[in-house]
């Protein structure tokens, strides 16, 4: 089995308040774009990593796989203004051997070697095109009713009227990696005509195949806010 890698690094972070991209922050002395590229470069299924960086950054991602000799992450291109565009600019540079593609965000620095070939073991299954790693919700959840929504989004505010409560044992978080076979994959991008907020949804809209989902560790965290980086911090202080 041969799997391309395409490593996402090319978001704005935001709401993490920074004033760099978050994955150059810090944890415990290592950028968060080293966790992830690590783990790619001692993945043995992997043959090819490539990360999609800012245009800005691409210079700076490249002196870091120097720094760190890897050999699978040999090349950096520029992302797009969503992530589906990111992913769609790696799509030329997949290598022809490739038998499976996964997404995995750099923001994502714990995954564990479990999980992943956990989820690479479901996206080969022959009655699945793919397989994503989820976590299950905790919290009870309430579908708000669309034609109700407020645009207003402080604190306090009424958003709208409750439509209904989803059972709660079957909503699940998605995480990542997403991993897919190559042929429909490509050709959900290749007649994508709107965005989606993850890869799954995209090959579901385009009738690619069933997906299935794979439970993964909780510990899959993905830094969005200041606190997330302490929480990364306390796991991997817990794992030794």
């Known amino acids: 089995m041969q799997v391309t890698v395409i490593l996402l690094a090319a978001g704005q972070g935001q709401r993490m308040g920074a004033a760099i991209n978050k994955i150059w922050l810090s944890l415990n002395g290592k950028p968060l774009l080293q966790y992830s590229l690590a783990f790619f470069e001692q993945a043995p299924q992997v043959n090819q990593v490539i990360v999609v ?6 210079a700076q991602t490249e002196q870091l796989i120097a720094q760190l000799r890897l050999q699978k992450a040999g090349l950096v291109v520029a992302g797009g203004s ?3 565009r990111s992913v769609a600019a790696a799509l030329p540079y997949i290598s022809c051997t490739a038998e499976l593609v996964a997404v995995h965000d750099a923001a994502r620095p714990l995954l564990q070697m479990a999980d992943w070939q ?3 073991q479901a996206a080969s299954l022959p009655d ?3 397989a994503v ?3 299950p919700v905790t919290d009870t959840i ?3 009713a669309a034609n109700e929504a407020a645009p ?4 306090g505010a009424v958003v709208g009227a409750i439509e209904a409560t989803p059972p709660r044992d079957l909503l699940w978080r998605a995480l990542t990696p997403q991993v897919f076979a190559i042929e429909p994959f490509i050709e959900a991008y290749s007649t994508m005509d709107k965005d989606f907020t993850d890869d799954a949804a995209l090959l579901a809209a385009n009738g690619g195949g069933r997906v299935a989902l794979v439970r993964g560790s909780a510990d899959n965290i993905k830094i969005t806010t200041p606190r997330d980086l302490q929480l990364a911090e306390l796991i991997l202080t817990e794992e030794g």
């Open 142 to 144: 309430k579908l708000l």
């Open 118 to 120: 956990a989820v690479l």
């Open 82 to 84: 969503t992530r589906l």
């Open 152 to 155: 207003d989004k402080s604190a």
């Open 133 to 135: 790693l989820a976590a």
């Open 53 to 58: 960086a800012q245009a800005a950054e691409i």
């Open 128 to 130: 699945y095109v793919g």
